[in-house]
């Protein structure tokens, strides 16, 4: 089941999507945090894209979609990528393909 939750900063208010599970075409979608512009991310990982770009097999040399930045690194679900507090589960959930 593939399922996308969202979470929210208990200092800023800040909101995030992470996706758990796989896609109708086996990619994953992969959180990341950037430094730079201080935002969660969405990279497409694997899958059939995966087989077909290499460079879509991991999340290794890829950049923010935001701002361009190499400065990524995967979202630990906990840590508000704009001031640092705590991000906890909304209970808000859809699912997702």
Known sequence: MAQKIKYRCEGCGYEADDYEGSGLFRQQIVSVSCADCHSVQHLVVGGIIG???????SEVGRICLRCGSANIKKWDKQTCPKCGGRMTPTGEKEFWT
């Not at 087989?51 to 097999?57: E, I, Q």
């Open 51 to 57: 087989d077909v770009a290499p460079s879509f097999r």
